[in-house]
């Protein structure tokens, strides 16, 4: 249960990298979004915090096509996936009080993710925090070891640096329910001010780290193959953030 809560807190997606995590964008009919939050709460304290099912983390969308709408991401082995994932009880609970509140749930909108561990960072002390910048990846085929190169030597230089960001950076790829080579970069924040101490003071060094460890002006060599690997509009930004009350505790 404890690695459970680690993964929701600051959606390092799993220490064992063989977690499912399936993720479902949710549409709430408008001025229904708190008793949402309530109900899908009500029905996560009651079934989902016993450490024996899947775990469930929650977030609201804070901008981009999905601004306003939920992100909510099921947390399962492979083993819960191949048996019944949830109670008939709590089945009934989530169609009596949950879905009424619900204006779109298509399951076209349902993905399926494992995490990349070579590729993700996660510092020694994760700060509990509640604030996610997702960065939205799609690639060429053609173009894989470009991209993947670029992303385990960024998180090399992330674990080298001798004052690492306590920001987690988590890199979900996306193993169905996506067209194309589809990557999700989950970076955690306390706020917008320490996304933005991250990204003024921490990066220019995990940048200096990079160019140390691989090469004079290697980051800026690989992160143009990146941005040459990507499809035509392969890149998304959008912030999103974590609703403890919905979620595993």
């Known amino acids: 249960m404890k690695n459970i809560l680690t993964i929701l807190l600051t959606l390092t997606f799993g220490l064992a990298s063989s977690q499912i995590y399936t993720s479902r964008t949710i549409e709430v009919h408008d001025g229904k979004m708190n008793d949402f939050i309530e109900m899908a709460g009500k029905k996560t304290k009651m079934f989902n915090n016993n450490g024996e099912g899947p775990a469930y983390a929650t977030f609201e969308i804070l901008s981009g096509s999905n601004s306003g709408q939920i992100f909510r991401v099921q947390i ?21 009080n949950v879905v009424p509140l619900i204006k779109d749930n298509d399951s076209s909108r349902t993905i399926m993710w494992v995490r990349s561990a070579e590729t993700s960072f996660v510092p020694e002390i994760a700060t509990d925090n509640d604030l996610r910048q997702v960065l939205f990846y799609n690639y060429k085929t053609s173009h894989e070891q470009d991209f993947w190169r670029f992303r385990q030597r960024q998180a090399k230089a992330w674990a080298a640096m001798e004052s690492p960001s306590d920001s987690a950076m988590n890199v979900m790829v996306c193993q169905s329910g996506c067209n194309g080579n589809v990557v999700a970069i989950f970076f955690s924040y306390e706020n917008y001010q320490g996304q933005n101490e991250v990204e003024s003071e921490g990066l220019p060094k995990m940048v200096e780290k990079y160019n140390e460890l691989f090469g004079e002006e290697s980051y800026e060599q690989d992160s143009s193959k990146v941005n040459e690997s990507l499809v035509q509009g392969g890149r998304t930004r959008i912030h999103m953030r974590l609703i403890r009350e919905a979620t595993t505790d």
């Open 76 to 96: 399962a082995s492979p083993e819960q996936m191949d048996g019944e994932l949830a109670t008939k009880d709590e089945l009934q609970y989530w169609e009596k």
